[in-house]
């Protein structure tokens, strides 16, 4: 997914007409292309793309709705408020394919089962795609990128009906993407950190099909109506690249272990040395780090337009009060009240992430105890206030 493509623009956009103009429906076979995951953060999930070949010709092309240019102005800024923007590249396979096979990612094939008359509607489809005005697509992780928009130009290219597998069992979208997200588990932290309610619903099949591997084993079990007729819409699976990727060298169990050690000095600090100058050295840095840490999180809930961000229970733990008692560190003024408010907001956080379903990375909460032990030695218990 998220295939990060040189902006040389593939596009090929003098060609955006010829395909379903010059190109014989009868000759032509359609093929769904399945990426293994890579090593890059934007490379995890996998990707997918279209594959157009003529038979006898030198047509033979790939539709890819994963380019995208890390050198968009602001694109942090950009991709966290959900207005990043994809593109539909249109170039040939064998340079599609040479890329996945040079970064030694298993490459998967699978003929489209489509009518003449299918064809000819696809050819459309991707062509007003291709145009100027339509090339660019507001991406959203979970529900608009590469995977999804292959899956839904397929689905409404057909003649009758698209019949999708079902599934019983079902994963949220948190539980589907945490496995990719292993192999980063910095990532994972950081993802899980910002995903919100919205990542713990339960997925369809036809949700799950986002995840391009799931979008190919899915595609297995789906059928098209051909003269009310099911049909299977895809052949049967083929390897392009049996690549056997490297062991990876992922510790899952980093964060985790980290931010415990930290915890413990922490702890250590408050309860035990009690060192009024290491103490107030200490805060400044803990409630900094805290501080953009909420605003990062109020900003995503309220202002990115990634749903999937929203209702983040997160922003209990670490709350908006915390960027204003970082402010009373600068004055000589105890902040005793404001303390004990934003330690009861922070106790909340884990009762009710359990009781809403919100999924939570074990390594987020020995960062939530760290301000919560600062909290509570702020809060000068047993004292008069």
């Not at 593109?87 to 003449?116: C, H, M």
């Not at 945490?178 to 994972?188: E, G, R, S």
């Amino acid at each position: 997914m998220m295939k990060k493509i040189i902006l040389v623009i593939a596009v090929l956009l003098a060609f955006q007409s010829r395909p379903a103009k010059a190109v014989i429906t009868d000759s032509t076979d359609v093929f769904l292309i399945t990426c293994a995951p890579g090593a890059e953060s934007y490379s995890i999930y996998g990707h997918t793309a279209l594959r157009i070949a003529v038979r006898g010709t030198s047509f033979d092309r790939v539709y890819n709705w994963g380019i995208f240019d890390f050198s968009t102005p602001h694109f942090v800024y950009r991709f966290a408020k959900g207005r990043l923007d994809y593109l539909l590249g249109a170039y040939p396979y064998e340079d599609f394919l040479s890329e996945y096979i040079s970064e030694g990612r298993p490459v998967w094939s699978q003929k489209l089962n489509l009518t003449g008359a299918e064809k000819e509607n696809l050819f459309e489809l991707i062509n007003e795609n291709l145009r100027p005005e339509n090339i660019k697509y507001r991406y959203d992780f979970f529900f608009d990128n590469c995977a999804t928009r292959v899956r839904d130009i397929v689905a409404a290219s057909a003649t009758d009906t698209v019949i999708f597998p079902e599934r019983e069992k079902k994963k949220t979208f948190r539980q589907l993407i945490d496995p990719y997200q292993k192999v980063l588990p910095w990532l994972d932290l950081g993802a899980d950190m910002l995903l919100g309610l919205q990542a713990d619903r339960k997925a369809t099949a036809f949700d799950e099909m986002f995840l391009p591997v799931m979008l190919r084993d899915n595609m297995q079990n789906t059928v098209i109506v051909h003269n009310g007729l099911e049909e299977p819409l895809v052949g049967p699976l083929e390897i392009v690249s049996d690549i056997t990727a490297p062991a990876g060298q992922a510790k899952p169990w980093m964060p985790q272990a980290v931010f415990y050690l930290v915890l413990v000095f922490v702890i250590l600090l408050t309860f035990v040395f009690k060192r009024p100058g290491l103490e107030k050295a200490a805060d400044f840095v803990i409630y900094f780090i805290y501080s953009v840490l909420a605003l990062l999180i109020v900003f995503t809930n309220i202002f990115s337009e990634h749903d999937a961000l929203h209702f983040n229970l997160l922003f209990l733990g670490i709350n908006i009060l915390i960027p204003v008692l970082f402010g009373y560190l600068f004055s000589k003024r105890k902040a005793i009240r404001l303390s004990r408010v934003a330690l009861g907001i922070s106790l909340l956080w884990i009762p009710a992430s359990l009781i809403a379903g919100q999924g939570i990375n074990p390594a987020i909460l020995p960062i939530v105890l760290i301000i919560m032990v600062r909290l509570f030695r702020h809060c000068e218990f047993g004292k008069e206030l």
